[in-house]
């Protein structure tokens, strides 16, 4: 699974899902023509997992809500990236609607459970404290 911090704010979401663990997931159509009639086309799904008391809870870690902003922000995004290369442009928009439709099917369910987002934020948390350990006082990048 691919994972992206920083959104790409020049994409148009083409569909927009509120699920039930709090969490946005939106849906983006980055597709690009290549030559002649052929595209690659991309479909890219973001979720965007808000940092709050009711994503952490339920774990066993007990953290702060504001040490959490301070380390991570106040919201973390979850970033995956399916693409197919050299497509017809007849069948662009079809294959396209069979990825999205597939990558919905096989992962709405599990990315909508409340560990999901729970678990993102504390992953996010821990490379943010491995990070810091590796930029040691005094030292402005891990190689030092």
Do not use: C
Not at 75 to 97: D, H, W, Y
Request: hydrophobic share 40%.
């Amino acid at each position: 699974m691919t994972e992206k911090n920083a959104p790409d704010s020049a994409l148009q979401a083409v569909q927009t899902l509120a699920l039930e663990n709090g969490t946005r997931l939106e849906v983006f159509d980055a597709s690009r023509h290549l030559a002649a009639d052929r595209w690659q086309v991309n479909a890219v799904f973001r979720l965007t997992v808000p940092v709050s008391e009711s994503v952490v809870a339920g774990g066993s870690a007990h953290l702060e809500l504001a040490e959490l902003h301070r380390r991570i922000g106040k919201q973390v995004v979850f970033e995956k990236r399916l693409e197919r290369t050299f497509i017809a442009s007849g069948e662009k928009n079809r294959l396209f609607a069979a990825t999205v439709n597939g990558y919905l099917d096989g992962a709405l369910k599990y990315i909508s459970r409340p560990e999901f987002a729970r678990n993102l934020v504390m992953r996010r948390y821990q490379e943010a404290l491995k990070q810091q350990t590796l930029l040691r006082p005094g030292k402005t990048d891990a190689n030092g």
